[in-house]
């Protein structure tokens, strides 16, 4: 059993994960047309985008899509845990 409800805990952590990306993506190009009045960078390193931008883009984007990302796992994993009475398999403690 600890072998499959691993593979459901990644398939459940990996959806979850990628919803909250596109969802925050989303938003994100949403604010920064908002903010800025254009689109966000297609591609940063692109000598054309300007540096500064550049890096605000990376900045910005990185740190509010790793945090949904995070949210989004633990709230699955707290679905999980109600669900089946502990934690996923990754986040167990030795005891």
Same mark, same amino acid.
């Given at each position: 059993?600890?072998?499959?409800?691993?593979?459901? %805990?990644?398939?459940?952590?990996?959806?979850?994960?990628?919803?909250?990306?596109?969802?925050?993506?989303?938003?994100?190009?949403?604010? %920064?047309?908002?903010?800025?009045?254009?689109?966000?960078?297609?591609?940063?390193?692109?000598?054309?985008?300007?540096?500064?931008?550049?890096?605000? %883009?990376?900045?910005?984007?990185?740190?509010?899509?790793?945090?949904?990302?995070?949210?989004a796992q633990?709230?699955?994993?707290?679905?999980?845990?109600?669900?089946?009475?502990?934690?996923?398999?990754?986040?167990?403690?030795?005891?």
């Amino acid at each position: 059993m600890a072998k499959d409800s691993s593979k459901v %805990w990644s398939a459940f952590s990996l959806v979850a994960a990628l919803g909250a990306a596109s969802v925050a993506k989303k938003a994100l190009d949403a604010g %920064w047309k908002a903010a800025t009045g254009k689109q966000p960078p297609a591609n940063p390193a692109d000598p054309d985008v300007e540096f500064r931008e550049a890096v605000a %883009w990376a900045a910005i984007s990185g740190t509010l899509v790793a945090l949904a990302k995070m949210f989004a796992q633990r709230r699955a994993a707290g679905y999980y845990l109600k669900s089946t009475g502990e934690l996923p398999p990754p986040l167990r403690k030795d005891a």
